[in-house]
Structures are given as C-alpha cells and as structure tokens.
C-alpha cells in the first residue's frame, strides 16, 4: 500500500508521544468539546428565563432522554475512534475506510429505528423519570421536535470518530463549532423570533444536527484515500470484523447505559425532592458536563495516540501516551475546580434568575466545585481503554461503579437529602478510575513488546 493512500498523518505514529504532540491533539479537542456544554447552558439559560421553573425542569428531563438515546450509542464514536486509530497506526487505509462505512451504516439504521419508535420511548421515558407534571408536559414538547434529528445526531458520532482516530482533531474542531454555531442561532431564532417556546430549542437542536451532517459528509469526501482499490461488499460484510464490532459496541453500549442509569438515578431522585431541586440540580450538572468535556479532550488524544500505538504494537509509545495525557488531565482538573470556587455563584446567576432555584444550587455548589480532582482519572482511563479497544474491561468497570453508586443512594439520600444524593455521585466518579485502574497492568501487558534498538544502539 503506498503512503499516498493513506490520509494525512497516518504511518507516523512511531513518533514520540511528546507534551507537544499530545497537546497539539488535546487543545483543538477541548475547545472542540467544550462547545456542547456551551450549548447546553444556553438551552438551559433560554429555559430559565421563561415563566415557570417547569421549562427549566422540562429541559431537564427532555436533555436526560436525549443522553439516554444518543449517549446510549456513542459506542458509534468511540468504538469508530479506537479501530480508526488502530487502522492508522497499522498504515492500514482500506481498515480506515471499511471501519467508517461499517459505522455510519450502523448509525442510521438506529436513528431510523429511534424514529420508527419515538411515541413509546417518549412516553415510557418521561413516564419513569418522574417530575410534576407541568415538567413532563414541557419535556414532551421538547423531546418531540427534537427527536428528528436522530440519524444526523448518530452519524455525527461516526464522523467526530474518524476525525479523532485519524488525528484530523482541527477538522473536528471545525464541526463541532459549526453545529452548535447554528444550534445557537437557532434556538434564538425558534424561541424569542418565532416564539415557539420550548419546542423551538428542541427544533434548534435537529437543524443543527442537519446542517452539522452535511458539513461532516462533505468533509468525508475530501479526505477520502486516494488509489484504492474498489470498495468490494465482501470486504464491507466481512464475518471477522463484523463480529468484532459488534463485541465492541456491545461493550460499549453497556458501559454507556450503566453511566447514564448512574445519572438517571440522580435525576430521579432529585426529582422527588421537589421541581426546584430538580432544576438546580439540572444546573449544577452543567458545571459537570463542562468540565467533563474539556478533560475529555485529553481522553481523545489517549484515544488516539493509544490506538494508534496499539496499531503499531508499540508500548514504549502506548506507557508514553498513558503517562503524558494523565499529567495533563490531572492539571486540567485542577484549573476546573480552582475555576469553580473562585466562579461558581457568579456561574449560577447567570444560568437562572429564579431566586429559588438559585438558592438551592448554591447550597451544593461544593459537590460541583471539587468533582473535577474526583473524576478526572475515570476520563482519561476510558480514553485509554477505548483507543486500545478493551471494551470488555470497560463495561466491567462501569458495572461495579454504578452498584457502588446505587448502594451510596440508598444508604446517604434518606438521612442526608440531596448531600447526601451528590455525595454518592462523587464516589461513582472515584470508582470508575480506581476500577479501570486496577486492569491497566493487563492491558499493558496485551501491548506489542519493546521496539528493539538498532544494532548501533545495542553495542
């Protein structure tokens, strides 16, 4: 295969994995990330604002749905990520190539089937949930314009993977500002020119969508591998590597559904502690939401430099990623927390004028404040483990956190309320690094050997 098949950057991957190199790919990736959280507080700003903390609330839930069904298949961009940066590190542009076309078929077949069956997973959703029930109303209005952007959404997901796996991160920083560039401008548009109301942020979200697809798609075409052969459907249909997708995004699937019943959980009881604790726990999570995309970002480099690494079967480069990621995620962390304290009333007044709901974030701020030291190892560890393709230690992982995290709720939220229900999400976000921790051994162990020295350098 000739180096001019290959797309830009792939059969470097021997390079060092330097500070430099890691935060040339982390930077574009944070800034990247940390739009959808941007987002997310402006939809949570625009509801805020209306009369009633139902929209708020409505938000709230209708959002969590959305995590549910979308977070659900983001196996779609990390399971893409991990056999992209393998295939790239490998020099494999045919691998490149299937592995994308495998994906996105994946993900409109599921966002066709989350059309086909929007009325009864809405009402099943918002249903068990909970919340009053001006906030289910509110949350079924948004949910319903917002669900037509479900193909676009899932294979959004397939494409952000490419980009990451190739190492194409300004490409990705370019299609995540362009979505929610337009989401923005929409939801003004929909909510205060239109006066749609809550249905108009959801609509905002579908165009966005939309028009993020067609940017990726053509994105797609541009950097496609140049003197391959023809794309053969045996090729496409392959037993083996079917069969390992499907492992993969099983694994995945689970991981991400145990972590989102983590959070489901928390809504729901916070939900029975009245609307306007709901609400302000909704507006705490955007503190979490954010600072989990931007230390994200350096989870995305390990992904792909531990992919790429493993494609090679390079270990002193995979160790080289570990280390140099972790260093960076961990000081990331600490300027998140550090931010928090210092900001966090001045964050909070600015996401709601409702002197209740206000009040009552401001009384667990701290939980939001110091979560960043907590969690910041579980993020880049999954980074780790899903650029090797360790999907099975993965959802091990995520299982025993969350039945730690579901047994700290029963045993904390009746005696200490909602301190108590915020000190059992903390220790979930203690668990999932110290578990994935403990099987980082193995995985080194599963790496390729040492690259030898030169003759030269052995004598």
Known sequence: MSESALPLGAGSVSAAVTHRRVLALAFPIVLANLTQPILGAVDTAVAGHLDGTQYLGGVALGGLFFNFVFWGFGFLRMGTTGLVAQAHGAGDAAGIRLNLLRALIVAFALGAAVLALQVPLLSFA????????????????????????????????????????????????????????????????????????????????????????????????????????????????????????????RDIFLRTLCLLGAFGWFAHLGAKQGDATLAANALLLNFQTFMAYGLDGFAHAAEALVGAAAGARDRRAFRQAVRVTLFWSALGALLFALAYWAAGGWIVARLTDQAEIRAVALRYLPWAAISPIVSVWGFLLDGVFIGATQTQSLMRAMVVSLSIFVAATLAAVGTFGNHGLWFALLLFMAARGATLARYLPALLRRVGAEPQAAPAARA
Do not use: E
């Open 126 to 249: 918002l249903s068990a949930l909970g919340g009053s029930d001006a906030v289910r109303a509110t949350a079924l209005a948004y949910s319903h314009a917002r669900i037509w952007s479900a193909p676009f959404a899932l294979a959004n997901y397939v494409v952000l993977g490419y980009l990451l796996g190739v190492q194409r991160v300004r490409l990705a920083l370019v299609a995540q500002v362009f979505i929610n560039a337009v989401n923005i401008g929409a939801v003004l548009l929909y909510v205060y020119g239109f006066g749609w109301g809550i249905a108009g942020i959801g609509a905002a979200t579908a165009t966005a969508d939309a028009c993020g697809f067609a940017l990726g798609a053509w994105m797609l075409w541009r950097l496609r591998p140049r003197g391959l052969a023809p794309l053969a459907v045996r090729a496409l249909a392959d037993r083996v590597a079917l069969k390992r997708l499907i492992v993969l995004n």
